[in-house]
């Protein structure tokens, strides 16, 4: 019987500049947090930019759904059956919440929709591939939004 070798994981330090996120917005969050930030550029830099747009919607819905649970609120958004809503129905209630009116910016309800909609594209359309070019137009969206977010959130 042989002993099996395993080939050593390759680690999410050798991103370089090469990177979507600056994982540094993500420091003093959740761990799942960052891992998914690191997943994000991992996916970026290998090109499976569908991927990159899926677990950027992701990201966003879970630092919506963190908002209100710190806030205490979290029913607000849940359905009749205690489920969270989809993307969809957490920006229309996140937008629509008074006691976030002090840390939404005009931006962050206008780039929320594009997250959702580039996410739901490469997640559900069949003929759509997503390019770099997609994802680069909108660099700077998802930094602004996460760290509105996670300022928010964890109070950095």
């Given at each position: ?36 930030a ?18 950027l ?41 008074g ?49 509105e ?8």
């Open positions: 019987m042989t002993v099996q070798q395993h080939k050593p994981r390759v680690q999410p330090k050798e991103i370089n500049d090469s990177a979507l996120l600056p994982l540094e917005i993500f420091e003093n969050t959740r761990g799942y947090l960052k891992r998914n690191t997943q994000i550029n991992i996916c970026y830099k290998y090109k499976a930019y569908d991927a990159c747009f899926v677990l919607r992701k990201v966003t819905e879970i630092l919506i759904i963190e908002l209100y649970e710190k806030e205490k609120i979290e029913e607000k958004i849940k359905d009749a059956d205690g489920y969270y809503f989809m993307l969809g129905k957490l920006i229309t209630s996140f937008q629509n919440e006691k976030f009116k002090k840390i939404k910016s005009r931006k962050i309800n206008e780039y929320l929709p594009k997250i959702k909609e580039n996410g739901d594209l490469s997640a559900h359309s069949r003929k759509y591939n997503a390019h770099k070019g997609d994802i680069d137009i909108f660099r700077t969206i998802y930094r602004v939004v996460f760290e977010l996670i300022h928010s959130i964890y109070q950095l």
